[in-house]
Nanobody, 127 residues
C-alpha cells in the first residue's frame, strides 16, 4: 500500500503563488509516477501535471503550462506543485495520485491508471 498526504492549500489572491506538497509513504518504490489532479465544484476531476520518480519526466495540462511546475524529491519521497500566476479558475480541491504501472502518452492524463489517491487539499483563488 501507498499513502499520500497533500498539504499547502489555502486562500490566495489572483496572481499570488502557492506550493502544494504530496508526501508519500509505504511501498513507494512500487510506484512509477505521481500526478496532480483537481476538481472544482460541479466539474469532473481533471489532470494538472505528472512526474515520474526515476527519470523525472513531466507532463502538464495546457491550462497550467508555463504557470505550474511539478517536481519531486526522491530522498524525501515528496512531490511538489509550484503554482504561479494563480487565477480564480484554478480554484479546486487538488489531489495527488500515484500510479503503480508505467503511464503512456494516452493515459497519464486520465484518473483510472492511478492506484492511490490522497485526501485532497483546497485551493481558493480570489479575484
Amino acid at each position: 500500500q501507498v499513502q499520500l498526504v497533500e498539504s499547502g492549500g489555502g486562500l490566495v489572491q489572483a496572481g499570488e503563488p502557492l506550493r502544494l506538497s504530496c508526501a508519500a509513504s509505504g511501498r513507494i518504490f512500487s510506484t512509477y509516477a505521481v500526478g496532480w489532479f483537481r476538481q472544482a465544484p460541479g466539474k469532473e476531476r481533471e489532470f494538472v501535471a505528472v512526474v515520474s520518480w526515476s527519470e523525472g519526466t513531466t507532463y502538464y495540462a495546457d491550462s497550467v503550462k508555463g504557470r505550474f511546475t511539478i517536481s519531486r524529491d526522491n530522498d524525501k519521497h515528496t512531490v511538489y506543485l509550484q503554482m504561479n500566476g494563480l487565477k480564480p479558475d484554478d480554484t479546486a480541491v487538488y489531489y495527488c495520485a500515484a500510479a503503480a504501472g508505467a503511464l503512456s502518452s494516452s493515459s497519464y492524463a486520465l484518473p483510472y491508471p492511478y492506484d492511490y489517491w490522497g485526501q485532497g487539499t483546497q485551493v481558493t483563488v480570489s479575484s
